[in-house]
């Protein structure tokens, strides 16, 4: 039951004096305002309304119920009001420091909805390259850790999210190579994108996998492309050049839209977590909480990686 919903229609039939005209003020069925009511009965445990064939009248419960109700849904209109002045009236320029690819993939998509609840308060990104502590330049850094270590230090943070670095190729390459379905194939029959003096890989089984499987470790020997760069990873692979190793949170949207496929799926090649870390001050700039609170909605850390739901 939503009880904010049962609530605010219990009032409306009361000062309506009947469940039709609440149901077509609320548009509403009458049958569905019944139903809220009853479960509200249910729910405190006691007869709220006596229904009459001329008029609704409340019991002594059900007066006094209202004007404890009427006075919460005041408390809470005032509340409503009080935080969207507070948002139209923040103002200023919120310095975030971002992995590359997390900013291009998952951040900037978000600015939208932001802006649209902070107009006034504006946001300077940069992303030049991996973040793994905290910059005293920026009000808020996202920082990426391997694993779930992150460095000690004079600063805040607070985990967002789990990612997952994970194999991806795209339809093409593999309808020309094949899937690979042992992590023995990767050396011997595809090709693989590496980083710059990157030799050795090692695949973990993912968490639920049977418990006899092994880390692999291997040297890939077919490596057409050798880069540090994301945009250049994602779009050779998307193109169908080989197979390469990029953050879940990176390859989602491609996967779901069958741009990319993930290879071998309940394999990774390592665990990271997402980190917003921000200066500790006694007092937290009103702008920098606003972000923090922003980012703590869209991503609610629940202890799973939010972009493989849909690729295993």
């Given at each position: 039951?939503?009880?904010l919903?049962?609530?605010?229609?219990?009032?409306?039939?009361i000062?309506?004096?009947?469940?039709?005209?609440?149901?077509?003020?609320?548009?509403l069925?009458?049958?569905?305002?019944?139903?809220?009511?009853?479960?509200?009965e249910?729910h405190?445990?006691?007869?709220?309304?006596?229904?009459?064939?001329?008029?609704?009248?409340?019991?002594?419960?059900?007066?006094?119920?209202?004007?404890?109700?009427?006075?919460?849904?005041?408390?809470?209109?005032?509340?409503?009001?009080?935080?969207?002045?507070?948002?139209?009236?923040?103002?200023?320029?919120?310095?975030?420091?971002?992995?590359?690819?997390?900013?291009t993939?998952?951040?900037a998509?978000?600015?939208?909805?932001?802006r649209?609840?902070?107009?006034?308060?504006?946001?300077?990104?940069?992303?030049?390259?991996?973040?793994?502590?905290?910059?005293?330049?920026?009000?808020?850094?996202?920082i990426?850790a391997?694993?779930?270590?992150?460095?000690?230090?004079?600063?805040?943070?607070?985990?967002?999210?789990?990612?997952?670095v994970?194999?991806?190729?795209?339809?093409?390459?593999?309808?020309?190579?094949?899937?690979?379905?042992?992590?023995?194939?990767?050396?011997?029959?595809?090709?693989?994108?590496?980083?710059?003096?990157?030799?050795?890989?090692?695949?973990?089984?993912?968490?639920?996998?049977?418990?006899?499987?092994?880390?692999?470790?291997?040297?890939?020997?077919?490596?057409?492309?050798?880069?540090?760069?994301?945009?250049?990873?994602?779009?050779?692979?998307?193109?169908?050049?080989?197979?390469?190793?990029?953050?879940?949170?990176?390859?989602?949207?491609?996967?779901?839209?069958?741009?990319?496929?993930?290879?071998?799926?309940?394999?990774?090649?390592?665990?990271?977590?997402?980190?917003?870390?921000?200066?500790?001050?006694?007092?937290?700039?009103?702008?920098?909480?606003?972000?923090?609170?922003?980012l703590?909605?869209?991503?609610p850390?629940?202890?799973?990686?939010?972009?493989?739901?849909?690729?295993?």
């Open positions: 039951m939503d009880r919903h049962s609530l605010q229609v219990f009032c409306r039939v000062d309506r004096q009947g469940f039709a005209a609440a149901a077509r003020e609320m548009n069925s009458p049958s569905v305002v019944t139903r809220l009511i009853n479960d509200l249910a405190v445990g006691a007869r709220l309304i006596n229904r009459t064939t001329r008029r609704l009248v409340l019991t002594e419960a059900g007066e006094e119920y209202l004007e404890q109700v009427r006075r919460i849904l005041s408390d809470l209109e005032e509340a409503e009001a009080s935080v969207r002045s507070a948002s139209r009236s923040l103002s200023g320029h919120l310095k975030v420091l971002a992995p590359p690819a997390f900013a993939y998952q951040l998509p978000l600015l939208t909805g932001f649209r609840r902070y107009p006034k308060l504006t946001v300077g990104l940069s992303a030049p390259g991996p973040v793994e502590s905290l910059d005293e330049g920026f009000d808020v850094s996202l990426t391997r694993g779930d270590s992150i460095e000690s230090g004079d600063f805040v943070a607070r985990r967002l999210a789990r990612a997952h994970v194999l991806c190729a795209s339809p093409a390459y593999l309808a020309r190579h094949g899937r690979p379905t042992a992590p023995e194939q990767l050396r011997d029959e595809h090709e693989m994108l590496t980083a710059p003096l990157a030799q050795d890989l090692t695949l973990h089984p993912d968490r639920g996998m049977p418990p006899e499987l092994k880390p692999y470790t291997f040297t890939p020997l077919h490596s057409p492309l050798a880069t540090s760069q994301m945009e250049v990873t994602m779009a050779a692979t998307i193109a169908g050049l080989c197979i390469a190793a990029m953050p879940s949170y990176a390859v989602a949207q491609a996967i779901t839209e069958r741009r990319l496929e993930r290879v071998l799926p309940g394999w990774h090649v390592f665990q990271m977590a997402i980190y917003a870390a921000m200066p500790s001050r006694k007092y937290l700039p009103a702008k920098t909480r606003a972000f923090i609170d922003f703590l909605e869209v991503f850390d629940d202890d799973r990686d939010p972009w493989l739901a849909g690729s295993q």
